[in-house]
Nanobody, 127 residues
Framework: QLQLVESGGGVVQPGGSQRLSCTAS????????IGWFRQAPGKEREWVSC????????TYADSVKGRFTISRDNAKNTVYLQMNSLKPEDTAVYYC????????????????????WGKGTLVTVSS
């Protein structure tokens, strides 16, 4: 079964850091782009970051630029999201998704073409 599993969430204080992982099972990640998305309570899901298959191209939403870093370890079939300087407004369930390129992934997302999501991992930023 092909799936992505998110992990690494938890409770962190404002200003703190957390690293999320997105691990693939049933397929090899190294030819795919991976995007991180999040959904805060009572809000719509939003895009956070994306990394291309080689790891050389990364993009970020303005709300996280300079604080979050996306990276990948293809040998471990895993993509990471390092989150620093966390704010209460970063509280959300974080999800990852994949496609052949970040542009395709985001096109599907904004056109309601991403219909299969994992369980996500909850990040709560609170003192």
């Amino acid at each position: 079964q092909l799936q992505l599993v998110e992990s690494g969430g938890g409770v962190v204080q404002p200003g703190g850091s957390q690293r999320l992982s997105c691990t693939a099972s049933g397929f090899t990640l190294n030819i795919y782009a991976i995007g991180w998305f999040r959904q805060a309570p009572g809000k719509e899901r939003e895009w956070v970051s994306c990394i291309n298959s080689s790891g050389k191209i990364t993009t970020y939403a303005d709300s996280v630029k300079g604080r979050f870093t996306i990276s990948r370890d293809n040998a471990k079939n895993t993509v990471y999201l390092q989150m620093n300087s966390l704010k209460p407004e970063d509280t959300a369930v974080y999800y990852c998704a994949t496609d052949r390129a970040c542009g395709l992934l985001l096109h599907k997302f904004y056109n309601n073409g991403l219909n299969s999501w994992g369980k996500g991992t909850l990040v709560t930023v609170s003192s």
